[in-house]
């Protein structure tokens, strides 16, 4: 014989459900999204859920495409928590200030939100959770009941101080790929998470890390490397191995192609199938800095762009006991008219002496166009352009000149936002694999040879009887 339950019993079994299960909790708050034919949410939740109250487990990282539901995981896992114990503490960290505060306030609405007809809200599920009153707009905030703070919310460039959890969070950390790519950026995050939020770790110290992958040495990857088998890992693709799509109703193939068209390849692999960029592999890492200087004549190297998607660099030089130091860059894809300008305004700010502007692909006539626009501008006749032809191979240059390059070439302190694209550009060239531009590293390996081309001659000397051949033998 079978009871039939009536509505009120039901609902009282789906709350106590709710309760206990993160899953059923994560559906009640968001049935649209938390739906059954989404299993893959169904997985990680469970898996979550797993990790919390593991005693032995410590560091749980999760990785997923963007709009999946990463966040939302997070966001309802925090208001689960202090669903379970109002003493519980939770740190979460977001890219910034702006993204951690919308974290803290969609815990705290959730927590907050009242109820209005017959939809479930968080009260019906946990009635002795509350935030208390007063304390609701901040991103610190308590719950009633409470005599210390149960949440904050902060960023890599906010603070910690005072606070201490039982639970943090960490929420995509990394904004977009030009982070990713920086290596002085990824040791912030290290440094930060390491030094700054392990150390408000209090028992259970459990640490939830839910991000997209971008590179080897992103926050994933660095935990991965240092706690090794002390990490519950739980990582999916957008697309199956079989070509199948994670979840059709969140990205559908077809809009996954779309998305992805004009992307670099090394970043749709990273956010959306979890092959993280490898860092290693580009062919430079961090240059030196400098902040002032050295005085000495000031040279220039400039490359016109050969085709409508290529870039024009000229870059304004000291060279000063035999090193480099970068003192100006202009990198753009504008046409000739808006260049040829600029160019001569960098070389007369510049105080520039010698320029050698590329001749191949009207390269000439853009030389004598800035001439020209030096002397009538700026009535000055101080700098000395050379056209010059360049007629060795592009991509052997670049790799033959790189450790120079790296070794012996400063830039400016805060290069990165002083010239973003140029900066860009040369933080993600590849040393393997198909690069989509390579105008600013080409300008690099260009002032390579110029600089080195002196020593060079001493060595190309001809003695009395020696021919060419003999000259090109010896120097091989």
């Known amino acids: ?37 989404r299993k893959y949410l169904r997985e990680i939740c469970d898996s979550v859920q797993e990790f919390v109250f593991n005693d032995e487990e410590h560091f749980l990282i999760v990785n997923a495409p963007p709009r999946h539901g990463k966040s939302l995981i997070a966001q309802c896992l925090t208001a689960w928590l202090f669903g379970l114990s109002t003493n519980y503490r939770v740190m979460t960290g977001s890219y910034n200030e702006r993204l951690s505060g919308l974290f803290a306030r969609t815990v705290r609405n959730m927590i907050m939100t009242e109820k209005v007809g017959d939809n479930i809200v968080y009260s019906d599920i946990f009635p002795d959770t509350a935030v208390k009153y007063g304390e609701a707009a901040a991103a610190m905030w308590s719950l009633e009941g409470s005599n210390q703070p149960n949440y904050l919310a902060t960023s890599p460039s906010g603070t910690a101080t005072g606070f201490g959890c039982h639970f943090l969070i960490i929420d995509d950390i990394i904004k977009e790929a030009e982070e990713a790519y920086n290596e002085n950026v990824l040791d912030g995050h290290w440094s930060w998470f390491t030094n700054t939020m392990l150390s408000r770790l209090e028992e259970p110290r459990k640490t939830i890390i839910i991000m997209t992958r971008w590179a080897n040495g992103d926050l994933a990857g660095r935990a991965f490397d240092a706690f090794g088998d002390k990490v519950r890992s739980i990582t999916y693709k957008a697309v ?103 160019v001569a305004d960098l070389l007369f700010s510049g105080n520039v002496n010698k320029a050698v502007i590329e001749s191949n692909n009207g390269g000439r006539g853009f030389a004598r166009n800035v001439g020209t626009i030096l002397k009538q501008k700026y009535q000055s006749n101080r700098t000395i352009i050379t056209p010059q032809a360049q007629t060795r191979n592009k991509e052997s240059r670049i790799l033959a000149s790189s450790a120079w390059v790296q070794n012996h070439v400063y830039m400016p302190k805060g290069w990165r936002i002083r010239f973003p694209e140029f900066y860009k550009q040369v933080m993600k060239y590849q040393r393997k694999g198909k690069n989509e531009h390579d105008d600013a590293v080409d300008v690099l390996a260009a002032i390579y040879e110029a600089v080195t081309n002196d020593r060079k001659i001493k060595f190309l000397d001809r003695p009395p009887g020696e021919d060419t051949r003999d000259r090109v033998l010896r120097m091989l």
Not at 7 to 33: G, V, Y
Not at 243 to 258: H, N, P, R, T
Not at 316 to 332: A, L, P, Q, R, S
Request: proline share 4%.
């Open 1 to 37: 014989m079978t009871t039939k339950l009536d509505n009120d019993t039901i609902l009282e079994l789906k709350l106590e459900r709710a309760r206990i299960s993160f899953w059923h909790f994560c559906q009640l708050m968001f049935p649209k999204f938390f739906t059954d034919d």
């Open 240 to 342: 199956h191995d079989n070509g199948k799509m994670l979840c059709d109703g969140i990205l559908s193939k077809e809009a996954y192609d779309l998305i992805t068209q004009e992307m670099n390849a090394d970043i749709v692999e990273a956010n959306y199938n979890q092959k993280p960029i490898d860092v290693q592999g580009r062919l430079y890492k961090d240059f030196k800095e400098y902040e002032i200087a050295p005085d000495g004549p000031v040279q220039n190297y400039t490359d016109t762009a050969d085709t409508g998607t290529d870039f024009l660099c000229s870059i304004n030089y000291v060279v000063f006991d035999k090193e480099v130091y970068v003192t100006g860059v202009v990198f753009t894809d504008e046409a000739m008219e808006k260049t040829e300008p600029e």
